[in-house]
């Protein structure tokens, strides 16, 4: 436990000392605002309408520019969610081709640590730092939420906003968890990055491929998709299933690491 | 009793043998230069004895612990500087040395003392707060060596200790790893051979994965020299020019 506290707190440090945090933080706060903007626009633009025509006469898919909370926020999660699939491989890419790399690692396998260790500490220090850059953006609904207005009290919904949000942590988890393995596999941390990408996108737009299989190939690939599973969770909707969903991934890809950080001793 | 004991350790990258048969053991506060022309399988030898890598047949024991059957025994035994100084670059040295001795054991409440300690035995206090990437060659070196210390293992397994430094460090490590004796059981590898005779008693030379000489320096330099004291030099020289 100390070991892997020690680990951990070594590895958000180093995160700190590099530039490449600080890329990914303004990559993750300019995207998103860019977005975050834009859809403060498109917000505007269809209450005007709705002024205008009341929203029986707009088109039924405008409905969710209704509140705030639909309008903007959910969308947001949906672009941070992106985001985070194209920062989280380079943010995880360093955990173990690092070490190998300046061969650390060779310190790191003979000292009395054991490989559960480093791993459990490797991936809190990941988490940490997925958690800095995706906390980051809990900005947006709190500027919402002081500037914005509604005619039903609150601006916000926050119960749905922090559920997205939930759903968002638990997504870079499950990235960062993917990501350390790839990286354990190799000392190059452009091909950890790279392979990291390789696997989160297909994984991500599974369910574009599902559309044109038969059942039950379909519900299966439909289950498996990160796009369907996150999809509840952004909405607000809270049920067992993606939690389960990507609890499981997370601990089948940090297993899959102990045991290659393990498989040294066998090489 | 033997703190370190090899037998039969063999080790094979596919085809190639790197080490074969290796039979030794070495004595608790003994210092043995370990010898051999690059290439001979000195490194993986080391490796194999701090259980970084496992061996293709035969057993290493340290401390009367198998390497390989109770890893965590003999880790928590062994201090060990590998070939290339393991540091991180962005760290300080004391951040670093504080990290190591947390993964090491050490009790919360000695780090600093331990740190000092091993600061005051390599030279490397004066660098204390500076970061590891802008120091010099010579004390990444040290740092290295440091990070060896921490928590006084009982065996010390040091991978050419003395690369890097000039002749003035080279000493200072010498009469450093000379203090060593009686207390640690060390194994230093270096090819450096004057290094070997200020600091060791007893040599092992390997030549091609194979021990071609184990003994005490007088007796080799007696023996091959025909009646006379020849260097360890001439020693070397002789056994390894297959």
């Known amino acids: ?267 | 009793m033997h703190m370190i004991e090899v037998n039969n350790l063999t080790k094979r990258y596919r085809d190639r043998v790197a080490i074969d048969h290796l039979n030794f053991s070495v004595e608790q506060g003994e210092i043995l230069g370990f010898l051999g022309p690059n290439g001979a399988g000195k490194t993986t030898t080391m490796k194999i004895l701090a259980g970084y890598l496992p061996a293709s047949e035969g057993s290493a024991k340290v401390a009367g612990f198998d390497v390989f059957e109770k890893p965590m025994e003999v880790k928590r035994r062994i201090g060990y500087l590998p070939e290339v100084p393991p540091l991180y670059p962005e760290m300080t040295v004391t951040g670093y040395l504080k990290y190591v001795a947390t993964l090491k054991g050490v009790p919360s409440g000695q780090i600093r003392g331990e740190v000092q300690r091993v600061g005051a035995l390599t030279g490397t206090a004066q660098v204390m707060n500076r970061v590891i990437q802008n120091l010099s060659k010579g004390f990444r070196q040290r740092v290295g060596i440091a990070q060896a210390l921490l928590n006084s293992p009982s065996v010390l397994i040091l991978d050419e200790p003395t690369e890097g430094l000039d002749p003035t460090q080279r000493a200072e490590v010498r009469s450093l790893i000379r203090g060593l004796a009686g207390k640690h059981t060390v194994i230093l590898s270096t090819h450096i051979l004057p290094e070997v005779t200020m600091t060791c008693e007893k040599v092992l030379i390997i030549h091609q994965g194979k021990i071609v000489a184990f003994d005490q320096i007088k007796n080799l330099s007696q023996a091959y020299g025909g009646g006379e004291q020849v260097s360890l030099e001439e020693v070397f020289i002789k056994l390894t020019a297959a």
């Open chain 1, 1 to 267: 436990m100390r070991n892997t506290l020690a680990i951990a707190r070594k590895e958000l440090s180093i995160y700190f000392s590099k530039p490449w945090a600080y890329i990914v933080f303004m990559a993750m706060v300019g995207l998103s605002s860019f977005f975050f903007v834009a859809s403060l626009q498109s917000f505007k633009q269809v209450q005007e309408l709705a002024r205008a025509f009341t929203w029986a006469r707009l088109p039924p898919e405008y409905a969710m520019f209704k509140n705030l909370t639909d309008g903007v926020v959910v969308q947001l999660w949906g672009v941070v969610r992106i985001v985070t699939l194209f920062v989280a491989p380079f943010l995880a890419m360093r955990l173990f081709a690092e070490e190998k790399r300046q061969k650390t690692f060779e310190l790191m396998m003979t000292l009395p640590v054991r490989p559960t260790e480093l791993v459990l500490g490797k991936y809190l220090g990941g988490l940490g730092i997925i958690s800095a850059t995706l906390g980051l953006t809990i900005l947006f609904p709190v500027t919402i939420s002081i500037f914005g207005r509604s005619e039903s009290g609150s601006a916000l919904e926050w119960s749905t906003v922090l559920l997205g949000y939930g759903g968002l942590l638990l997504w870079g988890a499950t990235c960062m968890a993917i990501g350390m393995f790839v990286s354990s596999l190799t000392e190059s941390q452009m091909l950890a990055a790279l392979l990291t990408f390789a696997i989160l996108l297909p994984w991500m737009l599974l369910r574009g491929l599902g559309q044109t299989a038969d059942e039950p190939v379909r519900s299966i690939i439909n289950y498996l998709s990160f796009d369907a599973q996150l999809e509840d969770i952004t909405k607000g909707v809270l049920n067992l299933k993606p939690l389960v969903f990507f609890g499981s991934v997370i601990l089948f890809f940090v297993v899959l690491t102990q045991r290659s950080v393990e498989a040294q001793r066998w090489a």
